[in-house]
């Protein structure tokens, strides 16, 4: 066949593959390393958005977006999940009113074998012989319960958040769940029991996080905490 010499591959002139082809978890993880080299850059490079330097007082409101499925989540579609969700509060309560924090890193790689779909195509191709790909993108490998997308806010704004996660679920395969924190903000400890940790001068603000005073260690650090925490 004489146009066989000037057939292209399959890629060269095609979008990349539907997210369904590579939606369930049935391999190993394959993160990028010395064995596993030339993989392309993941599309989400900015994990916090909002007033991400807003101190751990300021937003005590804290809404969650929970995967309820056993998938994989391209770094494609938590891009655009990002975009949406941060596009929508942007617009209607303020870029300054909001922290939102994607809670998955996309380190699994995924593998494509390229196929030629030309004339004489037949005559060059081997099958499934040689059947390991070559890296194509990247994946967030997450399990039912894990958190997705966290964003905390002013209690006067939970509404909006919640239709902004709502939204940025679109661009998910599988099912997610909207869920509404007991937790102050980021950390670890209840509104009810924070309040109570504040007013008795134990909790020193440190970003959208606080730490917690406790009686172990020197003195003289001791003394040093309760002193920023009363300043705080």
Same mark, same amino acid.
């Given at each position: 066949?004489?146009?066989?010499?000037?057939? !292209?591959?399959?890629? =060269?002139?095609?979008?990349?593959?539907?997210?369904?082809?590579?939606?369930?978890?049935?391999?190993?993880?394959?993160?990028?390393?010395?064995?596993?080299?030339?993989?392309?850059?993941?599309?989400?490079?900015?994990?916090?958005?909002?007033?991400?330097?807003?101190?751990? +007082?300021?937003?005590?409101?804290?809404?969650?977006?929970?995967?309820?499925?056993?998938?994989? +989540?391209?770094?494609?579609?938590?891009?655009? =999940?990002?975009?949406?969700?941060?596009?929508? !509060?942007?617009?209607?309560?303020?870029?300054?009113?909001?922290?939102?924090?994607?809670?998955?890193?996309?380190?699994?790689?995924?593998?494509?074998?390229?196929? !030629?779909?030309?004339?004489?195509?037949?005559? $060059?191709?081997?099958?499934?012989?040689?059947?390991?790909?070559?890296?194509?993108?990247?994946?967030?490998?997450?399990?039912?319960?894990?958190?997705?997308?966290?964003?905390?806010?002013?209690?006067?704004?939970?509404?909006?958040?919640?239709?902004?996660?709502?939204?940025?679920?679109?661009?998910?395969?599988?099912?997610? +769940?909207?869920?509404?924190?007991?937790?102050?903000?980021?950390?670890?400890?209840?509104?009810?029991?924070?309040?109570? $940790?504040?007013?008795?001068? !134990?909790?020193?603000?440190?970003?959208?996080?606080?730490?917690?005073?406790?009686?172990?260690?020197?003195?003289?650090?001791?003394?040093?905490?309760?002193?920023?925490?009363?300043?705080?």
């Amino acid at each position: 066949v004489s146009g066989s010499r000037h057939c !292209l591959p399959s890629h =060269a002139n095609m979008g990349r593959r539907p997210a369904r082809c590579y939606r369930y978890q049935k391999n190993k993880p394959y993160p990028k390393s010395r064995f596993n080299r030339s993989v392309p850059d993941s599309k989400i490079r900015i994990f916090d958005m909002g007033k991400k330097r807003a101190s751990v +007082l300021e937003f005590p409101k804290c809404v969650h977006m929970v995967s309820n499925e056993y998938e994989q +989540l391209s770094s494609e579609a938590l891009e655009a =999940a990002r975009i949406c969700a941060n596009k929508y !509060l942007g617009k209607y309560i303020g870029k300054e009113a909001y922290h939102i924090r994607v809670r998955v890193h996309p380190w699994h790689v995924l593998r494509i074998n390229k196929m !030629l779909s030309c004339a004489g195509a037949d005559r $060059l191709q081997t099958g499934m012989r040689g059947a390991y790909g070559k890296p194509q993108g990247k994946v967030a490998r997450v399990s039912i319960g894990d958190p997705i997308i966290s964003i905390r806010v002013n209690d006067k704004h939970e509404d909006y958040v919640v239709e902004g996660l709502r939204r940025a679920k679109f661009k998910f395969p599988g099912r997610q +769940l909207i869920i509404t924190s007991k937790k102050h903000g980021f950390t670890k400890w209840g509104r009810e029991e924070f309040k109570e $940790l504040c007013d008795k001068g !134990l909790i020193i603000p440190d970003g959208f996080y606080a730490k917690l005073i406790n009686n172990k260690g020197p003195i003289t650090e001791w003394a040093k905490n309760v002193q920023r925490a009363a300043n705080a």
